[in-house]
């Protein structure tokens, strides 16, 4: 049976780890020996557990512990405590997915240890190298051999940077293989769309409440939440809108939160916090926010994941960034950048009032993303051991 490993440690990376799990168990079990390292950057209850048992994840084989702390991950500790595992395991293959510290961390150890590492959502550009995610994307494609991308644009920047379509074996970090594999999060959204529950009394109270057409909003980027004049852009934007009775549905990340009580005027925090068509709640779970993107007229946020799933139920998307990686949702004009700018907010706001997108073609691939993954890699790991 060949050994394969997954790395990861934030909320993004369980999402897609489900998809590519649950493939894995239910139709590759016999053949794929699967384990997960868990570095614990995301450690708070809501933003790890909940998803673990909401989503059916296998528990992890080891759980590093090796929380964010105050913004700073301990990524050389990651690193070691992951070369140790692997040098114990000795997996055929690493995977790794998205772009977190656990990624690069993850990224890194694989190479320490010389096994082939496998990118999941390579070739993701926004071209701003001051955003952390960025400098991981990138530094995570040049170490990995195996690059699967979401988007036909991913495909595109990887051949920009010089990987070619038609390297051929045998493949290693300096002679990659690119393939288009779809998107993992489109599977689960597809998968998830009928088994969607609500449990969360806030977010019942609040839809039992509302029973109207809503805003959902998410802001969680260190890159926004740790500026005073990104975090007080927001609000005041989002007060704009509210200011025409539009209820606005807000899931506050733990860092948000203490960002809010530390930056904030406290006369803005005081009318932002009690404002009755804001309504601010605990992080949701990944069903929960499904749940709510579906049912949401408009979504404002800064979050990669989030503006897909705008896209993936064909919904608005608002984008607090000055950039996207996902070019595919401005080119069918279902999303708008506005970084964090108020009167942009609010403004964008009515220009998605007055001109809702219609068109929502299948960028991200047909949902079987997961699948596909799982028989290249067989392929891939198959050929490799025949060769040796």
Request: glycine residues 4%.
């Amino acid at each position: 049976m060949l050994k394969i490993v997954s790395i990861i440690g934030a909320r993004p990376q369980f999402i897609k780890l489900a998809a590519f799990a649950r493939v894995v168990n239910r139709y590759f079990s016999t053949k794929l020996d699967h384990k997960i390292i868990h570095t614990g950057q995301h450690y708070d209850k809501n933003m790890s557990e909940v998803f673990f048992n909401e989503l059916q994840i296998d528990v992890p084989a080891y759980h590093l512990s090796l929380h964010t702390n105050q913004g700073t991950f301990p990524m050389r500790k990651a690193v070691c405590s992951i070369e140790q595992i692997l040098q114990q395991e000795k997996p055929d293959l690493v995977i790794v997915y998205g772009d977190t510290y656990s990624t690069l961390a993850g990224a890194l150890a694989a190479d320490h240890c010389n096994i082939a590492l496998a990118h999941i959502e390579a070739g993701m550009r926004s071209y701003d190298q001051t955003m952390p995610e960025e400098v991981v994307r990138v530094e995570t494609d040049k170490l990995a051999t195996y690059l699967y991308c979401a988007t036909q644009t991913a495909m595109n920047n990887l051949q920009k940077e010089g990987v070619s379509l038609n390297r051929s074996k045998p493949y290693h970090k300096s002679n990659k293989k690119i393939m288009f594999s779809g998107d993992l999060m489109y599977d689960n959204a597809l998968y998830y769309a009928e088994k969607i529950s609500i449990d969360t009394l806030a977010l019942r109270s609040f839809l039992q409440h509302t029973k109207e057409l809503f805003i959902l909003t998410t802001f969680h980027r260190q890159h926004n939440t740790d500026s005073k004049e990104h975090l007080q852009g927001f609000v005041e934007g989002l007060l704009k809108i509210a200011e025409k009775k539009i209820n606005i549905l807000f899931p506050v990340h733990p860092r948000t939160r203490k960002m809010f009580t530390i930056l904030l005027p406290q006369e803005i925090y005081q009318t932002f916090s009690n404002h009755p068509y804001i309504h601010c709640v605990e992080p949701l779970s990944f069903l929960e926010m499904l749940y709510v993107e579906k049912r949401a007229s408009l979504i404002i946020t800064d979050s990669g994941g989030v503006q897909k799933e705008a896209y993936f139920f064909q919904k608005p998307c608002i984008i607090l960034r000055s950039e996207t990686e996902w070019i595919e949702l401005l080119h069918n004009k279902c999303g708008l950048l506005c970084d964090t700018k108020a009167d942009a907010i609010a403004q964008t706001y009515h220009y998605f009032v007055q001109h809702p997108p219609l068109n929502f073609p299948p960028v991200f691939g047909k949902g079987q993303a997961a699948r596909y993954i799982c028989e290249s890699i067989l392929e891939i790991l198959n050929e490799n051991i025949s060769e040796r």
